[in-house]
């Protein structure tokens, strides 16, 4: 095991910056901001399991999971919003969905 | 040896991610995605996470990517020509953004990288022993939480 945890971390957060740049760029498809909020969430693993790995525990690698058992949730929820908005609307550009004058 | 394939797979996994956010149709994003998941856990098994490293392929590239190509084909949004794609001037904040970061990445990196220490791995065991011992109130939550989402699913995606 000779990867330094540096590197882990400044792939995760390349990573991160993808994900995070994904979904302030494609405001016009929600689909595509949902895939952004999962390579955050992916990054955010990464770093865990990097620091189990640095420390020897288990912890962060169970961090991990708790993480992706969240993830599971909150795409079930996201993407049957997106159905419901797309029967309303008939489209999944985020502009479109105005009526709070937010 | 783990080095050089470390460096190889976060390539794979940097050059899927790009190839993912900037494609044109969602279903090619989703494509590369899984690509570049795979290789993700592909790192987390060289990282001595085992278990991690299956429910990656498992659950994410598995069962939310499915999910996610399941709903752009239900919905068909597979037309390019139909979604508008964000123009340079969208995604001038992101680059702003990967400016910083790696401004902030030449800090990190500055410092003399340490390797880690010699590191076996966990084992199953050991991970379930932590995960069911000492977090058992977490997967409580967890599972509480689960079900939760599947009720809100249920009822967002009812016919009225």
């Known amino acids: ?102 | 040896m783990e080095t050089i394939v470390f460096y190889i797979l976060a390539a794979v996994t940097l050059v899927g991610t790009v190839l993912a956010i900037t494609a044109r149709q969602g279903v090619h994003a989703i494509v590369y995605l899984v690509t570049s998941f795979f290789a993700l856990a592909l790192i987390f098994y060289l990282l001595g996470a085992p278990m991690v490293a299956s429910f990656e392929v498992i659950i994410y590239a598995g069962a939310i990517m499915v999910l996610f190509l399941f709903v752009i084909m239900m919905l068909d949004l597979g037309k390019p020509e139909k979604i508008q794609t964000p123009k340079l001037y969208d995604w001038c904040p992101a680059i702003l953004l990967l400016v910083v970061i790696t401004g902030s990445m030449g800090v990190l990196a500055s410092r003399a990288a340490t390797p880690l220490n010699a590191f076996a791995g966990i084992s199953v065991q050991e991970f379930s022993f932590t995960l069911f011992k000492r977090y058992g109130a977490a997967i409580e939550i967890i599972s509480m939480q689960l079900l939760f989402a599947l009720v809100g699913a249920l009822y967002l995606g009812r016919r009225r």
């Not at chain 1, 929820?77 to 009526?99: C, E, G, P, Q």
């Open chain 1, 1 to 102: 095991m000779s990867i330094p945890l540096e590197h882990v971390i400044i792939l995760a957060s390349l990573l991160f910056a993808m994900g995070l740049g994904c979904t302030v760029a494609w405001r016009s498809n929600v689909i595509m901001m949902l895939i952004g909020i999962e390579i955050m969430l992916n990054a955010v693993m990464l770093v865990f399991v990097g620091a189990s790995a640095r420390w020897g525990v288990a912890d962060g690698q169970l961090f991990a999971l708790l993480i992706m058992a969240l993830t599971s949730a909150e795409v079930s929820l996201a993407l049957a919003m997106v159905v419901y908005l797309h029967r309303r609307k008939k489209t999944v550009n985020t502009d479109v969905f105005d009526s709070m004058k937010g």
